[in-house]
């Protein structure tokens, strides 16, 4: 018997996120997921009157891949799937992985392969311009990082990404057009005070069209506008790696001193090359049921009543001009259970400890969305 949960999610995948609709080719990318949700997906793709495409992928293989790789054969997969993207109306990558840090012994100079060769062409170039989602897939491997049983995870997991995303769309709407009408920005929080400007630069709704879950407004600073210290209190994994208490301080936009758990990776990633040191994207997180830190950015960036700023590559929609092959969305939480903090529009406060205390945002409060 199909699992009613997956059915709800492969309908939101279809019909919500990626709105198929007749004749519509989507491409299915699961990685590591079981091939049960897979034929979920396309039956509801089918019924949409979509044509699904479908590839299967494994961490572990890929992990060999890049170990292999040399310019040409990378060149020759980013080439094929690259071929392949631009076929295709839309794109849903679910992505599941039975470890976490799979990719963790991958040399920093294979990394950098993938990312040029394979990743940025294929999926920044291609798959951003398309009607696309992704979302990981609930494993024991999740529920570890969650510090949580296998069953509680995956109760935790479709709540959340079965949220009411429509009903959260329209209460987003208030907070892009005030980051609109924006200049400066002031985040303050014990071991951070950061200050930028997003003037004249796009505010983009996240509501479930793209990422799931979602639950977040984003935009990006000017890129040499920030100025001061910001101390990261969620604990974070790029590319394999774990980093704990990534603080980073801000000189007209560029970091000129970091440090983490990882100081050696740390500084690796942020010499991958000069868009590395500036900063693609500025976000305000609130999914109501996300409350605390797993380790996975896709949960971790919309926990309620943090925020995120990253370094690297921004977003076509939110373009500040820098370009990198890196984007890390780091994490602040700014509720009382992580020391607290506040959000400053231009002189004026829109959110202390995690709650927004204006009236025009107050419908992202997490007992409003819930």
Same mark, same amino acid.
């Given at each position: 018997?199909?699992?009613?949960?997956?059915?709800?999610?492969?309908?939101?995948?279809?019909?919500?996120?990626?709105?198929?609709?007749? /004749?519509?080719?989507?491409?299915?990318?699961?990685?590591?997921?079981?091939?049960?949700?897979?034929?979920?997906?396309?039956?509801?793709?089918?019924?949409?009157?979509?044509?699904?495409?479908?590839?299967?992928?494994?961490? &572990?293989?890929? $992990?060999?891949?890049?170990?292999?790789?040399?310019?040409?054969?990378?060149?020759?997969?980013?080439?094929?799937?690259?071929?392949?993207?631009? $076929?295709?109306?839309?794109?849903?990558?679910?992505?599941?992985?039975?470890?976490?840090? &799979?990719?963790?012994?991958?040399?920093?100079?294979?990394?950098?392969?993938?990312?040029?060769?394979?990743?940025? +062409?294929?999926?920044?170039?291609?798959?951003?311009?398309?009607? @696309?989602?992704?979302?990981? @897939?609930?494993?024991?491997?999740?529920?570890?990082?969650?510090?949580?049983?296998?069953?509680?995870?995956?109760? #935790?997991?479709?709540?959340?990404?079965?949220?009411?995303?429509?009903?959260?769309?329209?209460?987003?709407?208030?907070?892009?057009?005030?980051?609109?009408?924006?200049?400066?920005?002031?985040?303050?929080?014990?071991?951070?005070?950061?200050?930028?400007?997003?003037?004249?630069? %796009?505010?983009? %709704?996240?509501?479930?069209?793209?990422? !799931? %879950?979602?639950?977040?407004?984003?935009?990006?600073?000017?890129?040499?506008?920030?100025?001061?210290? !910001?101390? #990261?209190?969620? +604990?974070?994994?790029?590319?394999?790696?774990?980093?704990?208490?990534?603080?980073?301080? #801000?000189?007209?936009?560029?970091?000129?001193?970091?440090?983490?758990?990882?100081?050696?990776?740390?500084?690796?990633?942020?010499?991958?090359?000069?868009?590395?040191?500036?900063?693609?994207? #500025?976000?305000?997180?609130?999914?109501?049921?996300?409350?605390? +830190?797993?380790?996975?950015?896709?949960?971790? &960036?919309?926990?309620?009543?943090?925020?995120?700023?990253?370094?690297?590559?921004?977003?076509?929609?939110?373009?500040?001009?820098?370009?990198?092959?890196?984007? @890390?969305?780091?994490?602040? $939480?700014?509720?009382?259970?992580? /020391?607290?903090?506040? !959000? @400053?529009?231009?002189?004026?406060?829109?959110?202390?400890?995690?709650?927004?205390?204006?009236?025009?945002?107050?419908?992202?409060?997490?007992?409003?969305?819930?």
């Amino acid at each position: 018997m199909t699992d009613p949960r997956h059915v709800q999610l492969a309908e939101t995948l279809v019909r919500y996120s990626t709105a198929l609709g007749p /004749g519509d080719v989507v491409l299915i990318e699961a990685i590591d997921v079981p091939h049960e949700f897979t034929r979920t997906l396309i039956e509801t793709a089918a019924a949409a009157g979509a044509r699904p495409l479908v590839t299967l992928k494994s961490q &572990e293989v890929w $992990r060999e891949l890049m170990l292999a790789g040399s310019e040409e054969q990378m060149g020759l997969i980013g080439g094929t799937e690259a071929h392949r993207m631009e $076929r295709v109306d839309a794109y849903i990558g679910v992505r599941g992985s039975a470890n976490v840090s &799979e990719w963790s012994d991958v040399p920093e100079e294979k990394m950098r392969l993938y990312n040029r060769v394979y990743w940025e +062409p294929v999926h920044l170039g291609i798959r951003l311009k398309k009607r @696309w989602t992704v979302l990981r @897939w609930p494993n024991a491997s999740m529920a570890q990082l969650a510090r949580m049983s296998t069953a509680a995870f995956e109760d #935790f997991y479709f709540r959340v990404c079965n949220l009411d995303y429509a009903r959260m769309s329209a209460a987003m709407k208030p907070l892009a057009e005030l980051m609109e009408a924006t200049d400066r920005v002031r985040l303050t929080a014990p071991g951070t005070d950061l200050g930028f400007s997003i003037a004249d630069i %796009p505010a983009v %709704p996240c509501d479930g069209h793209a990422n !799931i %879950p979602d639950g977040e407004v984003f935009t990006a600073p000017v890129r040499d506008s920030v100025d001061g210290t !910001i101390l #990261f209190n969620t +604990p974070t994994l790029y590319q394999g790696v774990s980093h704990d208490d990534v603080r980073m301080t #801000f000189e007209d936009g560029r970091i000129v001193d970091a440090s983490s758990s990882d100081p050696g990776h740390l500084t690796r990633v942020l010499d991958t090359d000069p868009g590395a040191r500036y900063v693609g994207e #500025f976000s305000i997180a609130f999914h109501p049921h996300i409350t605390r +830190p797993m380790r996975d950015i896709l949960f971790d &960036e919309k926990i309620a009543g943090s925020i995120h700023f990253t370094p690297g590559n921004a977003y076509d929609e939110a373009d500040n001009g820098n370009r990198s092959g890196i984007h @890390w969305d780091l994490v602040l $939480r700014m509720d009382p259970a992580a /020391g607290g903090g506040e !959000i @400053w529009f231009d002189d004026r406060l829109i959110r202390k400890d995690g709650r927004f205390v204006i009236d025009e945002l107050s419908g992202l409060n997490p007992e409003e969305l819930g």
